[in-house]
């Protein structure tokens, strides 16, 4: 019923890795920590129906995906794709009617140099030119829109890595964490006149006041242990203080070291674990992840 | 060129003054201010446009108007219409291709009873019914999707008059006064992202606010003395605490108890000063009105 | 458990009526029609809360109410106030901790005149003074956001009545009746970019379309007939054309002449069913209304 | 005053470029055409002030770069990053206080091949990887949005490059092309609603329209003649139809085989010509192209 994709241990070298390892160089030696993920999806199709799915750990500077492997059902078209530029991977899938179910499993290290809470804010024109466009408004991160009350709730905080924490803590207090009360059209705005939301409203809300402050920054989405079940995918988002991307989650529901990193992208268009073009019934969405002892 | 349409000293009596009256009964005797206005108002027509006009004195408990006259051009038809509820009135012209003039002189008087900073506010079910309605959100005022905001931003402040006061301090702080930044479609949600507006655009997220806490609000619109010329209309907001009507102004460019009230609405679509039903050119907007020195 | 509020057969006379009578007076005698309303609500509350409820059936020139009851539960604090303009009653309520429960009843002949296919659009100058309002945006008919879209539709369709039904036949090919597919923040523009709604979008998007082309439009609720259970309460929507209000039903669920109107108003906030100040949890929405055989 | 950055003649190779030209491979030979672009910006700054440009003409399989040099004012720091998908070139710019002046100069070969009107839409399953982003809703193309209203428009209409064609001839007939009508911040949706705006509006909608429809769809900036002045970039779209970009005018200003493109982007916000950070007075915009007779 379902074949075998087992890929190779991923040794994939990017291209623009070397550039991005050396921008990104941690200043402390991180502790790593290895986590086993294994994530299963099942949908069932009236039609032939694409999708994109991203459920792949990714490859980077602080992250090493050590073995994996994807099932999914025979008969099921697919093939992956690698972003050059972050190394992100898109698994195109065409399936036909019945059931489609798709199983990845990983072990992930994770090794994400501790956030350096003195991080300076990056200058303008200091900023990288592949990192500019993280600074623009997106489809669900309207920074143009909420540029003066950026500045009016943010300016007078002292710039850099503090001003984020400002952001991710302003956030935590003034929005309700409540499931059901945004869908896929909730944007940042939305968030700020509701003062509700879930994980990825949070997160666009962090990354708009980000951007509308002139530091750049994007969503990041991945495998996440959660106190609380049922497991999901999580989200957080990044930006870009002392020259590096740092990782927050303004949701304190996990631990942004922690991590296992599916995709980066300007906002959660760009990395919606499944992107459906046709009608899919969705059964199960199960992303676990779990902790490996380590000695 | 112009006829006159010269008004009787305006002493009409409304069918609900007196219960109107008796419910706003003024604690203290207020001091009373006379006002002179002097209103012109010019448009160049292309084509016969039909107009409502808002630009008369109310007369009401707080307000008297002694004298008052209106002339317009020549050929214009035109009638006043009074609003049973609130007194205030609405002058329909129609006029032909051409200039259209008018000028709107009043002597009135204003005992605006002092505000009573300690005024409570008033329980859902000790709301009167004609007030009830100043709860609900309406085009510029979109209470709904501002209600956990405004609980947010004043939930924790002292209920009543005081709660008045915090909405517009943080509204003069937060908002910043800028001409040309709103239009007419601007409602309270587009300023309170933008963060910028001109006195109307304050006193719709006045009255979001309240409504958003069960304040029953309106807007307020008439002639005010400015410091700074040039003259122009001026909106204010209106809450309801202590029961009865208390004027506000966040923008604190004029003084509430000397604002020469027009007309009070659900918000600015009710009380604009020319609806103009066709295409007109603007010429001249000159609401004067001055303190007349009284012994 | 609970107390009987029976009313007395409702005779009450309407200040305005005569006047209301001899603007929309029938050109022909229509045929009536004789209904039974049985209308059940019921709520938990978890603390003291107030309601307004619109339930009771209109008294007016075409709707005539022959008896009617209302039952409540023992211990809710309640009064009925009649709107003096159009004489539509509100039923405010304060009930305490416990279930809350509802019943009205009402036999009542509706007798609504045919429309008049021909009847024309009604000058500006000429529409009565107290209908004017109709023709200004409000919260979820932003008539002044859509007046190019209107006029681009139909704007070159013959102006009165045909217009209307243009508009109602347009909103039914273009719109899909979706249960769920809005919520009660949704407004006209909204449903005129995702093509979905029920019938209180339907009846908006109607309101909408007819203010902008400086129709006079307006919200109408009340009990309704389906084919298909379960029973609901229905909006319409009332177009001011040849000198009255006709009833225009654009999901084409139900008849305008059989509509046994409860509220009219400038759109939904105004003749909400229920308008909760608190927190309650609603157990039973039964509006039943079913016609009497008459000989 | 100025210092001269004559950038050497324009034969950089791209990293993508073999594999971009063989996918866009023309089916008949285009025929060639030659332009002068003489692009001229001036500033007036406050501070120091940082921008991004994008005024190169881009280097393509369809467009060639023969010549061309940039002066700028003595003293400001500037270079200039390709995007490697692309080719667009970002000039970035840190000036001082003071007037900030450019001057781009280029004579460009534009070689369109002929639109192919019978070309077919392509399956997403056969959409390029690197092209898939291009399906997602942004900033100012909410195709989610829209998706309903597209499929009734334009689901009845023959796929592929007929119905781009139908959706150009849509815009042209139901927007107004009007100058002010627009900022910004305006989108879509908004247009869609507003039915007016100017050229990049023109394109955010075919964009969107197409998205909304699983045609890939992106905005193209360049320099276009017109047949009335003044000059100003000019803002096209191109949709993937027939496994190639095709690039459409809605507003039908100007022809799409001359544009002399500069960029592309998902919408407007990746293809402005001046982004400021900071506060800039501006003075002079002028982007002159002309044709260059050829034998």
Request: aromatic share 0%; no cysteine.
């Given at each position: 019923m379902t074949s075998v994709?087992?890929?190779?241990t991923y040794r994939r070298t990017f291209a623009r890795r070397t550039k991005l390892a050396s921008m990104r160089r941690p200043p402390v030696s991180p502790r790593s920590r290895l986590f086993d993920v294994d994530c299963r999806l099942s949908y069932t199709l009236t039609e032939t129906t694409d999708f994109v799915f991203q459920i792949h750990a990714m490859q980077g500077p602080d992250q090493d995906v050590l073995t994996e492997s994807l099932r999914i059902t025979l008969g099921a078209t697919c093939h992956t794709y690698a972003?050059?530029?972050?190394?992100q991977r898109f698994l195109r899938v065409q399936a036909v009617t019945g059931p489609l179910n798709l199983r990845y499993r990983a072990r992930v290290k994770v090794a994400r140099p501790r956030r350096k809470l003195d991080a300076q804010e990056v200058p303008i024109a200091a900023v990288p030119d592949e990192v500019m466009h993280n600074l623009m408004p997106t489809r669900y991160c309207e920074s143009d829109l909420l540029s003066s009350a950026a500045l009016k709730l943010f300016g007078a905080t002292r710039p850099g890595c503090a001003r984020v924490i400002a952001i991710c803590d302003w956030i935590h207090r003034n929005v309700d964490y409540r499931t059901?009360?945004?869908?896929?059209?909730?944007?940042a705005c939305d968030v700020f006149l509701s003062r509700a939301g879930v994980c990825r409203d949070f997160a666009h809300l962090g990354v708009t006041f980000c951007r509308a402050l002139n530091i750049p920054a994007r969503l990041a989405v991945g495998y996440s242990i959660f106190q609380?079940?049922?497991p999901d995918f999580h989200a957080m988002f990044e930006a870009f203080v002392g020259g590096r991307w740092e990782v927050f989650d303004p949701?304190?529901?996990?631990d942004p070291s922690e991590l296992v990193r599916i995709a980066v992208g300007r906002d959660a268009k760009d990395v919606a674990f499944a992107t459906i073009f046709g009608t899919a019934q969705s059964r199960v969405v199960a992303p676990i992840v779990k902790r490996v002892a380590t000695d």
């Open positions: 994709v087992r890929a190779a972003d050059p530029h972050t190394g059901g009360s945004s869908d896929t059209t909730t944007t609380a079940p049922p949701t304190r529901m996990a």
